[in-house]
């Protein structure tokens, strides 16, 4: 509806009333909050005559931020069906009860039982959320659905809706149901009571919900269950008891019920007797993580023939007994993570046929049984991470045909045997992070032809073997960071044809051959960094002709020489920094046609020229020893940050800049700025002065950016803002002067600025009414000045009440 100050419309259906709308202007006291404090009828007929529309059309009416003061203003629509109110006052509502069939309450305030209006209705759907009911209206004998989550329920009466379907409660304050609130509710089938204040339950709670399906109690704070409280819900398959402060099931009864997902992890249960499950043979997934579950009888789980997902994750557990999982034939996940496993028996897992994921990961596994994973063959993803395995029988994945994904890392494994993944030959991912592997044979991998990523890092690696990775033809990621790599041996990566990441960082490499990457067509991402590399040796990047993002950060090298990346014609991004770099020679980059990132942080430059990056839009030469800068030719840079230099006076530098964005010029030298220094950067947005030595702010400092909208002078020395100090920077939207000298700020030049930050001056005053004149300023500090507490409370509340009209016109 944002085009009524165009259209004259003549088929409305859809009517949205909103504060700030463009089309229907709102008769109000203050126009500055955007509320309509005067939404009359008379005002709504004049609208549509104007704009030849019968509100007798109107089927569904929107109305945000209303203040309503004409009760009767819905009855001009008799034809109204939809009815949505958000963010509103309501003191009163009358409609056309004969069509009304939804109606949909968000974030209102309203007057004790003005929603009983609505009973009379032939509603279907009623929702009232975060509008701080505190008891249920009165409801239509008609409806189906209804939603009063997010409110301040403490009790609930009677609910009188035959029709109901579905109920949500969630996140009120209920402590408990009242005697038979729910037994009119023959019909309901879902019902949300998550998030409350539950303390207890009584045997007939749900009597009467024959239909009910979905029961969601999750989050609230319930020790123990009557024994028969869910018995007789013969419709019921999800039962959501997560999350309270359970201590065992004692004898619950779950008969007559057609459970398909108990749910009951993050409660307190430390035991369970073995029939705790007889009444739901049924059941298909069964959740018991995060509870206190020491050991498990024998026979819990028997009779659970369609039981396909199992969670024990997060308990106490040390020992599984001999074939608990017996009669489980169906199970796909078995999920037995953060135990206290100490080792895996051959039997355990017998007759697990469609079991496909087991996860093992953090207990402390020493010893797995050879044959342990002969019944599983249809196994994907194996995970015994963080355990205390340290060798591995060359049998012990017999049976796992079918292996997608094995992770074997945060173990104590120091060697391989030669064939340990030979039945396996599916696996497409194995990560073996954080082991003692010191040495990787040629022979290691040689049955993994589907193999996509393998994970080596965090190991001590001192010694791979050529041809190691000879057979992995579908490799595409190698990590072999943190490990003690000193050389990189020829012929290492022959065979890695489809290899795309290459991780090689925190490793001892001090040189790089000039055929180590010689077949690695395939790779777009490689990472040197924090090595021990001194120098770059001509064509020691041969072969990477798509390489995109190359990373050599934390070497120790000193020139980019002009040979160094001559083949990297993809080459997007170079990081480099915090080497020792003193040169970059002429030619070095000049063949990087598709070069768009450069970092040189933290290196040893004196000069820096920008012609070097003619193709480059973010350059980042911040913390060198930057004394000159050069630039003779159009440069395509976007962002240039220069910071912690010793630049002094600049004058023409950034006269081809013409693309330039962001500068960032903070902590060098710098004490004045040229007339024309900055005039050529018309696309200027983001300039950072801080940390320099600006004394006084006035009109010559920044005289002509008119783009200009974040400027940060933090931090130097400024000790005086003239007044015509943005003449030429009027559409700032961010100020920073924190940590200066100033003592007196005008507040009436920037009417687009945002927030200010004046913090840590030496302002004595600041006159209150005249932030009122910054009519988009949203936030300002002003700690750490010489402020009376009685001002910044001023100030504080007169941004409070700006918070606020902002957040009213953003929801309008």
């Known amino acids: 509806m944002e085009t009524w100050s165009r259209w004259k419309l003549t088929a409305l259906v859809h009517l949205m009333l909103l504060a700030n709308s463009r089309g229907f202007v709102c008769h109000t006291e203050d126009a500055s909050r955007l509320v309509c404090e005067r939404l009359g009828s008379s005002a709504l007929e004049a609208w549509a005559a104007e704009n030849n529309a019968t509100l007798e059309m109107v089927e569904k009416v929107s109305i945000q931020n209303t203040n309503f003061t004409d009760p009767s203003l819905l009855r001009n629509f008799d034809n109204l069906k939809v009815l949505e109110i958000k963010r509103s006052e309501l003191h009163s509502v009358q409609v056309n009860r004969e069509l009304l069939t939804e109606v949909v309450i968000e974030c209102c305030v309203a007057d004790e039982g003005v929603f009983d209006a609505f009973s009379e209705t032939p509603l279907e759907t009623l929702q009232i959320t975060h509008s701080e009911l505190r008891s249920s209206p009165k409801l239509s004998a008609t409806l189906s659905r209804l939603d009063l989550h997010g409110n301040d329920l403490e009790n609930l009466h009677v609910l009188n809706a035959p029709r109901l379907k579905y109920l949500d409660l969630h996140d009120n304050k209920l402590r408990e149901l009242q005697n038979g609130a729910l037994h009119p509710l023959g019909s309901l089938e879902t019902l949300h009571l998550q998030r409350n204040k539950l303390v207890k339950l ?129 199970l796909s996940s078995l999920e037995v993570s953060h135990n206290r496993i100490k080792f895996v028996t051959s039997t355990l897992l017998r007759g697990l046929h469609n079991l496909q994921v087991l996860n093992l990961q953090s207990n402390v596994i020493a010893n797995i049984e050879l044959n342990a994973f002969k019944d599983v063959e249809n196994v994907s993803l194996l995970k015994l991470s963080h355990n205390f395995i340290r060798n591995f029988d060359t049998h012990l994945f017999m049976g796992l045909h079918n292996l997608k994904e094995l992770s074997l890392s945060f173990n104590n494994v120091t060697d391989l045997e030669t064939g340990i993944f030979k039945d396996i030959k599916e696996v497409s991912i194995l990560k073996l992070r954080f082991n003692n592997l010191r040495v990787i044979e040629s022979d290691y991998f040689k049955e993994l032809h589907s193999l996509s990523e393998l994970f080596l890092q965090h190991n001590q690696i001192s010694r791979i073997s050529p041809g190691s990775f000879r057979d992995l033809n579908l490799l595409g990621s190698l990590f072999l960071s943190h490990n003690n790599l000193t050389t990189l041996p020829s012929g290492l990566f022959d065979g890695l044809g489809s290899l795309t990441y290459l991780d090689l960082d925190n490793n001892l490499l001090s040189a790089l051959d000039s055929d180590t990457f010689r077949e690695l067509h395939s790779l777009n991402y490689l990472f040197l960094s924090n090595n021990q590399l001194t120098d770059l040796p001509e064509d020691c990047f041969r072969g990477l002709s798509n390489l995109k993002n190359l990373e050599l950060h934390k070497n120790k090298l000193t020139v980019l020489r002009n040979t160094t990346f001559l083949h990297l014609h993809a080459l997007e991004k170079l990081n480099v920094m915090e080497n020792h770099i003193e040169c970059i020679e002429l030619a070095a980059l000049s063949h990087l046609i598709n070069l768009e990132t450069v970092v040189l942080h933290q290196n040893s430059l004196r000069s820096l020229n920008l012609d070097l990056f003619s193709t480059v839009k973010y350059l980042d030469a911040s913390d060198n020893d930057l004394r000159c800068i050069r630039s003779n030719a159009p440069s395509s840079l976007q962002f240039l940050s220069l910071s912690k230099n010793k630049l002094g006076q600049l004058a023409g530098e950034f006269a081809n800049l013409a693309a330039l964005a962001h500068l960032d010029l903070s902590y060098n030298n710098i004490s004045d700025i040229s007339t024309d220094l900055l005039r050529p950067l018309r696309k200027l947005t983001n300039l950072n002065l801080g940390g320099n030595h600006f004394e006084v702010f006035d009109a010559k400092t920044l005289p002509n950016v008119p783009g200009l909208q974040v400027l940060s002078l933090d931090n130097s020395s400024v000790s005086s803002v003239e007044p015509d100090a943005f003449v030429g920077i009027a559409n700032l939207t961010q100020l920073d002067l924190s940590n200066n000298k100033i003592r007196r700020f005008d507040f009436d030049r920037l009417e687009f600025l945002r927030i200010l930050d004046l913090s840590h001056n030496l302002l004595a005053e600041v006159e209150v009414n005249d932030l009122h004149k910054m009519k988009s300023l949203e936030r300002v500090q002003l700690d750490g000045n010489n402020l009376d507490e009685g001002v910044l409370e001023k100030i504080r509340d007169a941004l409070s009440r700006g918070d606020a009209d902002a957040q009213c016109n953003k929801h309008g």
């Open 202 to 330: 009584e045997d007939d709670t749900f009597k009467g919900l024959e239909h009910l399906k979905e029961l969601n109690l999750n989050k609230n704070s319930l020790t123990s269950l009557p024994q028969f409280v869910f018995e007789g819900l013969a419709a019921l398959a999800s039962l959501d008891l997560s999350e309270n402060d359970l201590e065992d099931l004692g004898n619950l009864s779950l008969r007559n019920t057609s459970l398909r997902s108990l749910r009951l992890s993050k409660n307190k249960i430390a035991q369970l007797q073995g029939a705790a499950f007889r009444d739901i043979l049924e059941v298909e997934e069964i959740n018991l993580e995060d509870n206190f579950l020491l050991e498990l009888s024998g026979d819990l789980f028997n009779g659970l023939r369609r039981l396909k997902n199992l969670n024990l994750n997060n308990n106490r557990i040390h020992t599984l007994p001999e074939e608990i999982f017996r009669e489980n034939g169906l």
